[in-house]
């Protein structure tokens, strides 16, 4: 006889739209008859070997669509990555419940998770029904269009990177924003869809995609001041030289060398500080500004993509279904089938469980500092609708007087 | 016989409001009758010395619209703060183009550089009307009940601790943003508005109008960390010593200065990373995270309160009536009238050129690290409506079965 009882959890770090993936699992749920009672796991994996569940089912229809509005995982996440001994532990509880079922929202870290788990599930002959839903602003899910929590995020880059491009422009120097993405560029990439006219930054955008070399930054921060007169930099935190090593590390060094005392890599402003003073070294560029965008591009409330909180809520209802009518254990995953819609499709866990996509070659372009057509087509229908736009003066000078 | 010609300018940092206040000047002046030209400088009055003008006579009600939705400043800005020499210099091509209005939107240095002007046209016995209209995201013009900008700037703050809040609940340790604001705290203090629930952060909030001591602070870091399991942080970039040294100056000796003596303290991570550093080493905390909020504060597109953009735009529309109805130069200053509305007044111009007003002893706790319920109230009708809201999932714990 079944328990008629299944289990979700978020793992990884939290983004805009997690808790619409939350409820879609709940509310749909909550729909089959067969279910019992819907528990929540505190804190990710941490919450299911502590045995610290709430219980879904008695929670309002009515907060559970307030709390798909609001960001950040609401159950709690943890940063823990299982190994098989966790694994184990995980199945002996859902074992000791009843579980019959259990959704696991993360990325591919979660997705590894749940493969092991389930494998776990296969060798007691335990019949677990496991179901991974993909979540991450890095976008770096493979076997999907894209993933959950990455619009909203790249919304907020965009955004940000439009408000700097016309601050820039009204005080004119450099200015450098650091994007969250240690081997996925995607996000920091977003940053191309802040722009409108010809001359608006970001004017160079450096991805984990590409080698890093510092003596062709400069020169291409020098070429574009030289021109414009500003310039306005996107530069990814996965930066990395030739032989993999991230820049800021080598930064740091030649900082020491400089008498600057010991600089700390562990502090987020560094990267950003760092790449500033040498363009104000080496190019003797007064006005140079750098910012990290930190956890407020993945936090902040009030910036979401519809298409993005639609879209999460949908993979998770697609989940509750595949686990009900489905007969195998999968990771959801979003394939797009128009311009612009999606469909969704079970993949098998294997095919997605700590496998990392990177940007396509035909996403960025040939000088490695700019996106394509193709990559500005792709994202922008996910930043769904209302983004704001900039305008400007027209041009229309007056004569001078004392000086013609 | 009068020349109909205006002149208006924006000075300092951009606002997400800036260009509403300049569209005001506009619009308002082709309103009347006897306005044949108005002119705008490019960056500040920098512009106004090279005679670097637009006629925004010629450009259309429609595109000035659109301008006024779009943050930062339109004609672009300038850091440059005029002496003696310089305001001569811009009276002598105000005298050149029969300049008969000159406005000038900007914080207190902009005033007092109008207050300059008007004297040397006022020695010269040239009729000139010349009107500040405030501006200025750190709310600390005298004689104002606040300036517009701030609460556009204030709602960011509030979002962003808002969202870094619902973070560090769902992985918790120590968060810690540091914002702009160098002599006074209403910006920091805003992120106090981002709290719903009382367990909610900011827990902790260091303004520069209070002595900034390190012991205190760790100890007050290790108590909230104790009590909660957490904490979040809101720290003013002003924050400084007894001595009246900045905290952040401690850290790095080689500080840029800008033309007004300030020290730079935005456009670097370094105040953030000094004190996540502390935590870290002295209170033995492991995941402990800052952020230095920078530029996106002030410039982040599509983040703006309806009533800062009204407001903006009516001390325009006031600027002109009082300067075309109005028998003497003078600062556009906003009173509140009710709760809530706000009437507009001219104040001297000696009453608010190169003053500073900071936050009220009645806004701050006693503690020193929260502000108050008059500090909310003052607040909360400022940041416009729309604002985000958060909620939770109540408690239903499932007991444990393995061990109960």
Same mark, same amino acid.
């Given at each position: 006889m079944s328990s008629g009882k299944i289990l979700v959890a978020q793992g990884g770090g939290p983004t805009a739209v997690i808790n619409q993936s939350l409820v879609g699992v709940v509310l749909e749920a909550r729909r089959h008859p067969a279910v019992r009672r819907v528990y929540g796991a505190r804190h990710g994996v941490r919450g299911i070997v502590d045995e610290d569940f709430v219980d879904l089912t008695q929670?309002?229809?009515?907060?559970?669509?307030?709390?798909?509005?609001?960001?950040?995982?609401?159950?709690?996440?943890?940063?823990d990555k299982p190994d098989l001994k966790y694994c184990q532990a995980i199945f002996e509880v859902l074992r000791a419940h009843e579980i019959e079922h259990f959704f696991y929202i993360g990325g591919n870290d979660s997705a590894d998770t749940v493969r092991i788990v389930a494998d776990e599930a296969a060798a007691a002959g335990y019949p677990l029904r496991?179901?991974?839903?993909?979540?991450?602003?890095?976008?770096?899910?493979?076997?999907?269009?894209?993933?959950? =929590? @990455?619009?909203? /995020? *790249?919304?907020?880059?965009?955004?940000? %990177? &439009?408000?700097?491009?016309?601050?820039?422009?009204? $005080? #004119?120097?450099?200015?450098?924003?650091?994007?969250?993405?240690?081997?996925? =560029? @995607?996000?920091? /990439? *977003?940053?191309?869809?802040?722009?409108? %006219? &010809?001359?608006?930054?970001?004017?160079?955008?450096? $991805? #984990?995609?590409?080698?890093?070399?510092?003596?062709?930054?400069?020169?291409?921060?020098?070429?574009?001041?030289?021109?414009l007169g500003r310039c306005v930099i996107a530069v990814s935190e996965g930066i990395h030289d030739g032989g993999g090593a991230p820049i800021a590390a080598q930064l740091a060094k030649d900082l020491e060398r400089d008498a600057h005392g010991n600089v700390q890599l562990s502090g987020s402003g560094a990267l950003a500080d760092?790449?500033?003073?040498?363009?104000?070294?080496?190019?003797?560029?007064?006005?140079?500004?750098?910012?990290?965008?930190?956890?407020?591009?993945?936090?902040?409330?009030?910036?979401?993509?519809?298409?993005?909180?639609?879209?999460?809520?949908?993979?998770?209802?697609?989940?509750?279904?595949?686990?009900?009518?489905?007969?195998?254990?999968?990771?959801?995953?979003?394939?797009?089938?128009?311009?612009y819609s999606v469909d969704y499709e079970l993949q098998p866990l294997e095919a997605v469980a700590a496998k990392t996509r990177v940007m396509d070659d035909a996403f960025i372009a040939p000088s490695g500092t700019d996106v394509t057509d193709a990559f500005r087509l792709y994202l922008r229908p996910l930043l769904g609708s209302g983004m704001p736009d900039a305008f400007r003066l027209r041009p229309n000078p007056v004569p001078r007087v004392l000086r013609p």
């Open positions: 929670e309002t229809s009515h907060n559970l669509e307030l709390v798909a509005g609001t960001p950040a995982s609401a159950l709690g996440s943890t940063r496991a179901i991974h839903i993909p979540k991450t602003i890095d976008n770096d899910l493979v076997g999907n269009d894209h993933t959950p =929590g @990455f619009p909203s /995020a *790249a919304r907020f880059v965009a955004q940000a %990177f &439009a408000g700097a491009n016309l601050d820039n422009a009204a $005080l #004119p120097g450099v200015y450098l924003g650091v994007v969250m993405g240690r081997h996925a =560029g @995607f996000l920091t /990439a *977003a940053s191309a869809l802040g722009k409108k %006219f &010809a001359d608006d930054g970001p004017h160079l955008i450096y $991805l #984990p995609e590409r080698t890093f070399e510092l003596p062709r930054f400069l020169a291409d921060v020098k070429a574009t001041y030289e021109r760092l790449l500033c003073e040498e363009i104000k070294r080496n190019l003797k560029i007064k006005r140079v500004r750098g910012d990290t965008f930190g956890y407020l591009q993945r936090s902040f409330v009030g910036c979401v993509s519809d298409v993005d909180a639609r879209e999460a809520r949908e993979v998770g209802e697609k989940a509750v279904q595949y686990a009900m009518w489905g007969s195998r254990n999968g990771s959801v995953a979003i394939r797009r089938s128009g311009f």
